[in-house]
T-cell receptor, first 115, second 115 residues
Framework: KQEVTQIPAALSVPEGENLVLNCSFTDSAIYNLQWFRQDPGKGLTSLLLIQSSQREQTSGRLNASLDKSSGRSTLYIAASQPGDSATYLCAVASTGAGNNRKLIWGLGTSLAVNP | DARVTQTPRHKVTEMGQEVTMRCQPILGHNTVFWYRQTMMQGLELLAYFRNRAPLDDSGMPKDRFSAEMPDATLATLKIQPSEPRDSAVYFC?????????????FGPGTRLLVL
């Protein structure tokens, strides 16, 4: 059974720091891995999606890497800003066709970037 | 700016009452998901539809929960009778595929409190 873990659960950093959020999963047979952002009282916003054949994806100051063999993904945020404060969730899409494919979610890392 | 909309945004009710939550997916999206989010369990998939047909509702307690898509612009999630343990945030999401290499777009959620 696939399990997704995110460490740390909470992180507080000063503005301008580069930081790394971690996501680990127990079954390396994945279809893709996604990173989402959730702001308080709001829904989730998709940030990056890494297909199983890819090693990384980049969007602006965000870079996500994927190492299937070790069951790990990292989300790198460069030059953090107070507006980056949110909860970041990792989700793994299992392999399997049709209705057998699922998204398994981590509990998230709550990030606070202090001015 | 296409968005998933959900109503109501907040709901407080007493145990035993019926609760109906509504979702309008993004126009053109043929896959609709219902999720529940709690602090302890994180995000859980309750059910999802493709082209208005239910594909998987194994995450729902079937004795009290029901999900339908009366038409392509409306998805509903009902709880009858509601219980305090149903207190959570319920998210609707829509997309072009189910768990493929396309992102899901989330609504703002319905925050439910059952007293």
């Amino acid at each position: 059974k696939q399990e997704v873990t995110q460490i740390p659960a909470a992180l507080s950093v000063p503005e301008g720091e580069n930081l790394v959020l971690n996501c680990s999963f127990t079954d390396s047979a994945i279809y893709n891995l996604q990173w989402f952002r959730q702001d308080p009282g709001k829904g989730l916003t998709s940030l990056l999606l890494i297909q199983s054949s890819q090693r990384e994806q980049t969007s602006g100051r965000l870079n996500a890497s994927l190492d299937k063999s070790s069951g790990r993904s990292t989300l790198y945020i460069a030059a953090s800003q107070p507006g980056d404060s949110a909860t970041y969730l990792c989700a793994v899409a299992s392999t399997g066709a049709g209705n057998n494919r699922k998204l398994i979610w981590g509990l998230g890392t709550s990030l606070a970037v202090n001015p | 700016d296409a968005r998933v909309t959900q109503t109501p945004r907040h709901k407080v009710t007493e145990m035993g009452q019926e609760v109906t939550m509504r979702c309008q997916p993004i126009l053109g999206h043929n896959t609709v998901f219902w999720y529940r989010q709690t602090m302890m369990q994180g995000l859980e998939l309750l059910a999802y539809f493709r082209n208005r047909a239910p594909l998987d509702d194994s995450g729902m307690p079937k004795d009290r929960f029901s999900a339908e898509m009366p038409d392509a612009t409306l998805a509903t999630l009902k709880i009858q009778p509601s219980e305090p343990r149903d207190s959570a945030v319920y998210f609707c999401a829509s997309g072009l595929v189910a768990f493929g290499n396309q992102p899901q777009y989330f609504g703002p959620g319905t925050r439910l409190l059952v007293l």
